[in-house]
């Protein structure tokens, strides 16, 4: 991989904070290879009042790239029990549940129509023919023959997709999608969808927490930072020459912090991140959470060292993120959730070592971006959800704050 320079000089401004250490000059897709274009993590089991019985379920997920091969990865890494899948589907989507006729492939593992995925595993369906589009959105559609099935999960999938009555069958293959009665905005067993592309010269993952995942952004609105700045890449490059995966868990940490309520960033970031095909880029965004959980500055720099070098060994650029201000008394939660001066001084050390470390290939500085001029401890109001979390506006100046030379790919 190709690099010029090995420092360049920080570029700081009210709007557009980012440090560039080294800069991948884009290439040029000779061959096909497969990318992974759209990525969730499962983070637990749904929830007891959760489950399938004889039913087919319709996640909806956006291909960030295109291509002409499609297969997707489903998970049972919650599962207490072995997870039957009758049959499964992928087509394009047409509206709400529909697909577009004539889109719709059968999935197929190991030339099985179906499998049986064991408690903690996951697996990789057979490719299929089909052509896709960057920004398309796709219809996986998986039949659970089981009864009181249980999922493996991602809570905050912010993406509707579709559900069948119980005992409603085998519908993997409805085109008008009048089967699936009902929704979810969780996104349930599938947790990668990878393209085949000629387009593509690699795959961007935002590895993270809530502030990726997307807490106060839309429901189908794609406005979190990591889509603005997609988009932005899109736009810059004149089509998908990168994909976007959002590997981000809501209440994540780096390292294992008690009260665990998922598998922190060390502990998933082979099957969230290093596992996907085509991954060219890992942007690690966390330790809010440790703080928060009152872990030493020191405790969450030796985690986010360790993921940096496990990367760095797997040729990725590694971009690291500055961590946001965290205002003292968030609105309408507990008051301990908030940093008052003891966390926030953790906070900066943390930050100061993300800004000086010439491991990093890039720093985006959000913390600039984000904080009051007042008050370099507090949210910017026109930024702020509810003390935590950026609301879309916030969103969308952290994602147009980006230098998009970080990853190689300007006018």
């Known amino acids: 991989m190709w690099r010029i320079g090995t420092r360049l000089a920080r570029r700081a401004s009210a709007v557009v904070v980012v440090t560039i250490l080294a800069v991948t000059v884009p290439g040029t897709a000779s061959a096909q290879q497969w990318v992974a274009a759209w990525g969730s993590s499962m983070q637990s089991a749904s929830p007891d009042s959760w489950t399938v019985t004889n039913a087919s379920v319709r996640l909806l997920a956006r291909s960030t790239i295109g291509g002409d091969r499609v ?153 979190r930072w990591e889509d603005v700045l997609h988009a932005r890449l899109l736009e810059a490059a004149g089509t998908a020459r990168l994909a976007m995966v959002n590997a981000g868990i809501g209440g994540n940490t780096a390292i294992r912090v008690p009260p665990v309520t998922s598998v922190p960033g060390v502990e998933r970031l082979d099957r969230d991140a290093l596992s996907l095909a085509g991954i060219t880029h890992l942007v690690l965004f966390l330790g809010t959470n440790d703080l928060r959980r009152d872990a030493t500055a020191d405790q969450v720099i030796a985690g986010l060292e360790e993921i940096v070098g496990r990367a760095k060994a797997r040729d990725l650029d590694v971009i690291g993120v500055t961590i946001i201000p965290r205002n003292p008394l968030p609105l309408g939660l ?35 971006v984000m904080k009051d001029a007042a008050n370099r401890d507090l949210i910017n109001p026109n930024y702020d959800c509810e003390g935590i979390h950026p609301n879309v506006l916030g969103y969308a100046a952290m994602g147009r704050s980006i230098d998009l030379a970080v990853f190689g790919d300007t006018p």
Not at 91 to 112: E, H, I, K, Y
Not at 207 to 219: E, Q, R
Not at 349 to 362: F, P, Q, Y
Request: hydrophobic share 40%; with cysteine.
């Open 334 to 368: 507990p008051a301990n959730l908030g940093f008052g001066a003891a966390r926030n001084a953790e906070r900066h050390k943390v930050n100061a070592w993300i800004r000086s470390h010439d491991g990093l290939d890039a720093v985006l500085d959000f913390d600039e």
């Open 71 to 223: 297969r997707v990865r489903l998970e049972n890494t919650f599962g207490d029990e072995p997870l039957q899948i009758g049959a499964a589907s992928v087509a394009v989507q047409r509206t709400g549940a529909a697909v577009v006729d004539g889109s719709s492939r059968p999935l197929r593992f190991d030339g099985s129509d179906s499998v049986t995925i064991p408690a903690g595993a996951f697996v990789m369906s057979d490719a299929v023919s089909l052509a896709v589009q960057a920004e398309q959105r796709l219809a996986v559609s998986l039949y659970l023959p089981g009864t009181g099935v249980r999922s493996s999960s991602h809570g905050n999938g912010l993406s509707t997709s579709y559900v069948t009555a119980p005992r409603a069958g085998d519908q993997t293959g409805s085109v008008d999608g009048e089967p699936f009665v009902d929704t979810t905005t969780s996104m349930h067993w599938l947790s990668a969808i990878e393209i085949f592309s000629s387009s593509a010269r690699g795959a961007i993952v935002a590895f993270g927490d809530s502030i990726t995942d997307g807490s106060c952004a839309t429901v189908d609105g794609y406005n």
